[in-house]
Every structure is written in C-alpha cells, then in structure tokens.
Nanobody, 124 residues
Framework: QVRLVESGGGLVRAGGSLRLSCAVS????????MGWFRQAPEKERKFVAS????????NYVDSVKGRFTISRDDARNTVYLQMNSLKHEDTAVYYC?????????????????WGQGTQVTVSS
C-alpha cells in the first residue's frame, strides 16, 4: 500500500518561512517523480512544484519561483518544499503526490497517489 504523509504546515506571518515534508511508504520511492500541489477553499487544486527521480530538473509555478525550493532525499523516501518569503496568496492546503512516471508533470491527472494535505496559512 502506497502512503504519503505531509507535515510542516502552520500559521506564519507574511515574509516568513516554512518547510513542508512528505514521507512516502509502501514503495521503493525510486523511479517516481514527486510533486506538490495546493488548494485554497472553493478553488481548484493547482500545481506548485515537482521534481524528477534523481533530483534533476525541478519545476515550479511562476508565482513561487525564487521563493520555493523542492528537494528529495531518496534514501529517506522524503520530499521537501522549502517556502520562503511567504505571501498571503500562498495560503492553501498543500498536497504531496507521486507521479505515474519518473518525471514531475504539472497536471493533476499525472499523479496516482496523494497525501492527506497540510494547511499553510499566511497572515497578511
């Protein structure tokens, strides 16, 4: 059984930082790209960042470039999202997901397993 568990969310002031973690169990972790998505209330779930197996070619939505960094530790089966210079518009539930391939696509439909989400709230 594949399971993804996010952690690290919380309440932070604008300009602050958080680091999200995604612990993966139930598979070897190797050979799969990983992604982070977020969903605000009443809004569509949207792509934030992704990273391929091996850690190459990280990808980001334009609004977080230069502020967020995705990384992975394959030995620990863990994916991270370091979020700096947080803005109010970053407020959402953040989800970790496993890609169906070795790459990190931007579309929700390319991911087959999802975590339960972790809330990030940024005060304005």
């Amino acid at each position: 059984q594949v399971r993804l568990v996010e952690s690290g969310g919380g309440l932070v002031r604008a300009g602050g930082s958080l680091r999200l973690s995604c612990a993966v169990s139930g598979h070897t972790f190797n050979n799969y790209g990983m992604g982070w998505f977020r969903q605000a209330p009443e809004k569509e779930r949207k792509f934030v960042a992704s990273i391929s197996w091996g850690g190459g070619t990280p990808n980001y939505v334009d609004s977080v470039k230069g502020r967020f960094t995705i990384s992975r530790d394959d030995a620990r089966n863990t994916v991270y999202l370091q979020m700096n210079s947080l803005k109010h518009e970053d407020t959402a539930v953040y989800y970790c997901a496993r890609s169906k391939t070795y790459s990190g696509p931007t579309a929700v439909g390319w991911y087959d397993y999802w975590g339960q989400g972790t809330q990030v709230t940024v005060s304005s």
